[in-house]
């Protein structure tokens, strides 16, 4: 593993686990301490990290937020979203729905499509929409992420690449100006663009807070995606869409 690939790693471990130690780190990697500190040391003149004896945790507002409060920020805004999104997704359809509570709410949504194959690797999503009788659900399987239900590694990568669905819809942490979407997990971040590769159109689902937010792993260009559904987008964005032919749905 590149020296580059590693920090980002080692940033989204301590963004999942708000720090992280030293010996850990070398023995997960399979390189010495001296690396580690080295990879810190960089990680901490960038701002990503602050140094602590035996390795480095999250600077304070640094870090994504947690779960619980994900469920419940901007918990209206992102029901609006889900139910414009779920509008444009036909029954009879095929699609991928990737980690994040906006992508949960889509999934609340779906409950009253008929003869829908729903591929994810969110628990959540899974549970959701188990309910649908008319709804055929494939889990990625993988690693469990205990803190939101997220299933990430090479086996949810696998299984992904065995699909072509009609739609993917996806959530992002972060929009930056240049209309790149970011988050927070490499891992995470894989899975997203494997589900893009993997599907004939490509949904966004972000409410506008996403566009204040930075993260520091690329997902892909709203340029790539078919269309976008959110409350608000800058209007700088907006006219970028339009060169992109990036669809732009709002909510009001």
């Not at 990503?48 to 901007?74: F, M, Q, T, W």
């Not at 997203?192 to 004939?200: G, T, V, Y």
């Not at 260009?221 to 700088?236: G, H, N, R, Y």
Request: charged share 25%; aromatic share 4%; net charge negative.
């Amino acid at each position: 593993m590149t020296q580059s690939l590693r920090k980002l790693e080692i940033l989204g471990i301590a963004r999942r686990e708000g720090g992280v130690a030293v010996d850990q780190l070398a023995s997960q990697f399979g390189v010495t301490t001296q690396t580690i500190r080295r990879d810190l040391s960089m990680l901490a003149d960038e701002g990503k990290l602050d140094r602590v004896h035996g390795g480095a945790i999250i600077p304070a507002g640094a870090s994504n937020i947690g779960y619980r409060e994900r469920i419940v920020a901007h918990a209206d805004s992102k029901q609006a979203i889900a139910q414009l999104c779920a509008s444009r997704i036909p029954d009879n359809s095929s699609i991928f729905l990737n980690i994040g509570t906006t992508t949960e709410a889509v999934a609340r949504q779906l409950l009253d499509h008929r003869n829908i194959t729903a591929i994810t690797n969110n628990i959540n999503i899974a549970r959701t929409l188990s309910d649908n009788p008319h709804c055929k659900v494939i889990l990625t399987g993988g690693m469990l992420r205990n803190s939101d239900g997220g299933l990430v590694g090479d086996l949810a990568a696998q299984t992904i690449s065995q699909f072509k669905v009609d739609f993917a819809v996806i959530g992002t942490s972060a929009i930056d100006e240049d209309g790149e979407l970011l988050d927070y997990d490499l891992q995470e971040v894989r899975l997203s663009r494997a589900i893009l590769q993997q599907s004939r159109r490509a949904f966004l689902v972000a409410d506008s807070s996403k566009f204040q937010r930075h993260a520091p792993v690329r997902i892909a260009s709203l340029s790539e995606l078919d269309a976008i559904f959110t409350d608000s987008v800058p209007a700088p964005l907006r006219d970028r869409c339009r060169e992109w032919e990036t669809e732009i749905h709002l909510t009001s």
